[in-house]
């Protein structure tokens, strides 16, 4: 199979190096040729070290690295069956490069995004071929975690979902389908992790370390929130946040956190800028938090209640099944257990008597539970 990958940054080297492992041709651009050529350099180490370390055979490296191919121009994509683009997240750019991208490519050819936070019905909608047109989410950094969310447009031709699927399974990936809605599903019901926990400490009722310890000694999260928001660098998360509030017309449950923008405009930005919600220079030490059950147990169950709420909310809304809701959370962000099962265990009477307990003290929209979780009482 040919495939196309569009931008070589972060994304665009990640995924070219998945399709070549799965042995197909790869065919990167990128509008800045010295990108390309880094990313090929920096994959080509990791490659190395991978054949070094046992993990791939030398030989299976070589292949990995000769299946992707350069290109200084978008015509070099003529032949492709798939082109999957990962660019910079502008809609009039991503929509401008599919308008010239449908002049190149044959007709059968499948168009893909890797867009985070663009809906794809409104980036096929300027399509002539709106129907070959689909989203095609991979998560940071594509080569190692598994789940890959296939979202088709209202126009994307009813079988190509299950095309994606097939070939994404083929891949090695651990795909899900998802309806097209601001988020997707990961970012979408991920939110209240960094949110609440953003609350939380603004409301002075917990220091950063003390959720982060909360969360992964009551629920097993490999990191906490801040230690995430850090990772994944504090203007990224609000800008995604902001996206998703925006985007579902201002729903103050989604609604972004003061703290974290003023952290933004402070280029307190986590690990990348040296200092977030944690200080990462040479030999800064992590705070130990004071650890407090009582406090440690609202903290975890304010957070945990929210996010089992938003799982609960789009299993009602269909945005994806239940399976798929589960496998979502656990492949493309790591959690511990998939939320709905989580909240069988924890008891979804429990859960809600915990959003309606904070309802009743905030009086604030943000705390509605989903009519779905009442029922699942
Ligand atoms: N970084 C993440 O964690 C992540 C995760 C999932 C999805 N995404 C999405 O993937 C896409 C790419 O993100 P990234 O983090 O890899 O960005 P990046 O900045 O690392 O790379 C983007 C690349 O696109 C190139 N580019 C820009 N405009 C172009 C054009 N018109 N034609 C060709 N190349 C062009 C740039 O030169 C750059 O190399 C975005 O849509 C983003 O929302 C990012």
């Given at each position: 199979m040919k495939v196309g990958i569009i931008g070589s940054g972060t994304m665009g080297i990640g995924i070219a190096q998945v399709a070549a492992t799965a042995d197909c041709a790869v065919f990167l651009y990128d509008a800045n040729s010295v990108q390309t050529e880094k990313s090929l350099k920096n994959l080509k180490i990791s490659l190395d070290k991978l054949a070094e370390k046992g993990k791939i055979s030398a030989e299976k490296s070589l292949d990995i690295f000769s299946n992707i191919k350069p290109c200084l121009d978008l015509e070099n994509l003529q032949d492709c069956d798939l082109v999957v683009e990962a660019i910079i997240e502008n809609k009039e750019i991503k929509t401008e490069l599919f308008q010239n991208l449908e002049k190149i490519v044959s007709e059968n050819c499948i168009l893909a995004s890797n867009t985070s936070s663009i809906s794809i019905t409104s980036l096929q909608a300027n399509l002539q071929k709106p129907e070959r047109f689909i989203g095609i989410h991979f998560f940071n950094p594509a080569p190692i975690l598994p789940l890959v969310e296939v979202i088709p447009g209202l126009l994307t031709n009813e079988n190509l979902s299950a095309e994606m699927l097939e070939?994404?399974?083929?891949?090695?990936?651990?795909?899900?389908?998802?309806?097209?809605v601001p988020g997707f599903i990961v970012n979408r019901i991920a939110r209240p992790f960094y949110?609440?926990?953003?609350?939380?400490?603004?409301?002075?009722?917990?220091?950063?370390?003390?959720?982060?310890?909360?969360?992964?000694?009551?629920?097993?999260?490999?990191m906490g929130p801040f230690e995430l928001m850090d990772l994944i660098g504090i203007d990224i998360n609000f800008s995604v946040t902001t996206m998703v509030y925006k985007d579902y017309f201002y729903d103050p449950k989604y609604k972004p956190s003061l703290l974290q923008q003023r952290m933004s405009e402070a280029k307190l930005l986590g690990r990348k800028s040296g200092k977030g919600f944690y200080n990462y220079s040479e030999g800064a030490e992590k705070p130990s938090p004071k650890k407090d059950e009582n406090l440690y147990q609202q903290i975890f169950m304010r957070i945990i209640s929210m996010l089992i709420n938003e799982a609960v909310e789009a299993k009602r809304l269909g945005i994806a099944s239940d399976e798929d809701i589960e496998t979502a959370m656990q492949k493309g962000v790591n959690y511990p257990k998939g939320l709905l099962s989580w909240g069988k265990e924890i008891g979804f009477s429990k859960i809600s008597e915990t959003l309606q307990n904070l309802y009743t003290e905030y009086q604030e929209e943000r705390y509605r539970q989903s009519p779905l979780l009442r029922k699942m009482n």
């Amino acid at each position: 199979m040919k495939v196309g990958i569009i931008g070589s940054g972060t994304m665009g080297i990640g995924i070219a190096q998945v399709a070549a492992t799965a042995d197909c041709a790869v065919f990167l651009y990128d509008a800045n040729s010295v990108q390309t050529e880094k990313s090929l350099k920096n994959l080509k180490i990791s490659l190395d070290k991978l054949a070094e370390k046992g993990k791939i055979s030398a030989e299976k490296s070589l292949d990995i690295f000769s299946n992707i191919k350069p290109c200084l121009d978008l015509e070099n994509l003529q032949d492709c069956d798939l082109v999957v683009e990962a660019i910079i997240e502008n809609k009039e750019i991503k929509t401008e490069l599919f308008q010239n991208l449908e002049k190149i490519v044959s007709e059968n050819c499948i168009l893909a995004s890797n867009t985070s936070s663009i809906s794809i019905t409104s980036l096929q909608a300027n399509l002539q071929k709106p129907e070959r047109f689909i989203g095609i989410h991979f998560f940071n950094p594509a080569p190692i975690l598994p789940l890959v969310e296939v979202i088709p447009g209202l126009l994307t031709n009813e079988n190509l979902s299950a095309e994606m699927l097939e070939l994404m399974n083929s891949w090695g990936k651990s795909p899900i389908v998802a309806k097209d809605v601001p988020g997707f599903i990961v970012n979408r019901i991920a939110r209240p992790f960094y949110g609440e926990a953003l609350r939380i400490v603004e409301e002075n009722l917990a220091t950063p370390e003390q959720v982060d310890d909360a969360m992964k000694s009551l629920g097993n999260f490999k990191m906490g929130p801040f230690e995430l928001m850090d990772l994944i660098g504090i203007d990224i998360n609000f800008s995604v946040t902001t996206m998703v509030y925006k985007d579902y017309f201002y729903d103050p449950k989604y609604k972004p956190s003061l703290l974290q923008q003023r952290m933004s405009e402070a280029k307190l930005l986590g690990r990348k800028s040296g200092k977030g919600f944690y200080n990462y220079s040479e030999g800064a030490e992590k705070p130990s938090p004071k650890k407090d059950e009582n406090l440690y147990q609202q903290i975890f169950m304010r957070i945990i209640s929210m996010l089992i709420n938003e799982a609960v909310e789009a299993k009602r809304l269909g945005i994806a099944s239940d399976e798929d809701i589960e496998t979502a959370m656990q492949k493309g962000v790591n959690y511990p257990k998939g939320l709905l099962s989580w909240g069988k265990e924890i008891g979804f009477s429990k859960i809600s008597e915990t959003l309606q307990n904070l309802y009743t003290e905030y009086q604030e929209e943000r705390y509605r539970q989903s009519p779905l979780l009442r029922k699942m009482n």
